[in-house]
C-alpha cells in the first residue's frame, strides 16, 4: 500500500513554493515603477509592496499567512572589512547605482565592446550595461555625466538593489 506524504513534507514544499512567489514578485516589483503587486491563486493571496515610510519592514516577511512588504535597501556592508577591501568611493565621484536585482552584462552581446569601462565619457541618459531580471534584458541608463573611473561590477555576476555598477567623475 503506498504510503501518503508526511505532513511536514507538504508544509514545506508550500513554504518553498510560497517564497518561490514572494522572491519573484519581488523582483518583478523592483523591475518596475509599480507601489503594489497583488496575486491570489486558489486561497493564498500575496501582496508586495513599497514601504512609504522608515517604520515599514526592510526585508519580505512570511508567515503562516503568505502576506510580504518590501522595501529597497541598499545591501548590507560586511561587518568586518579587511583593511585591503576596496576603497571608499571618493566624495566627488558619483555612483551608478543598480535600481533592481539581476544579472549584470557590461555588453550588448557576448564578445561585443562593452558600453562603458573605466576611461569612457558618458552622458546622462546613455545606456551604460544590461541588467537581466526575470528573463528581460533591462538597459541602464547613466543618471550623470562625466568619465568612468571604476566598473564596479562584474561582468554576468549578479547584482542586488542599490549595488554599485560605476563610479563617474562628474567634472572629468
Not at 2 to 20: I, M
Not at 45 to 63: H, N
Not at 74 to 99: R, Y
Request: charged share 15%.
Amino acid at each position: 500500500m503506498p504510503k501518503a506524504p508526511a505532513k511536514g513534507a507538504a508544509s514545506a514544499s508550500a513554504e518553498t513554493r510560497d517564497l518561490t512567489i514572494l522572491r519573484e514578485m519581488v523582483a518583478l516589483l523592483d523591475a518596475s515603477s509599480a507601489l503594489t503587486l497583488r496575486y491570489q491563486r486558489g486561497e493564498a493571496s500575496y501582496e508586495v509592496s513599497r514601504a512609504g515610510t522608515a517604520a515599514a519592514p526592510a526585508l519580505p516577511a512570511v508567515a503562516h499567512a503568505p502576506v510580504a512588504h518590501h522595501a529597497p535597501a541598499p545591501a548590507a556592508a560586511p561587518a568586518a572589512a579587511p583593511a585591503a577591501a576596496a576603497p571608499a568611493p571618493a566624495s566627488h565621484l558619483k555612483e551608478i547605482k543598480s535600481p533592481m536585482v539581476g544579472t549584470f552584462y557590461s555588453a550588448p552581446e557576448p564578445g561585443a565592446a562593452p558600453y562603458a569601462a573605466v576611461g569612457t565619457r558618458v552622458k546622462a541618459g546613455q545606456v551604460v550595461c544590461i541588467i537581466e531580471a526575470m528573463k528581460i534584458m533591462n538597459e541602464i541608463e547613466a543618471e550623470v555625466s562625466g568619465v568612468v573611473t571604476e566598473v564596479c561590477a562584474t561582468d554576468a555576476a549578479p547584482v542586488e538593489f542599490g549595488q554599485a555598477l560605476f563610479r563617474v567623475d562628474p567634472n572629468g
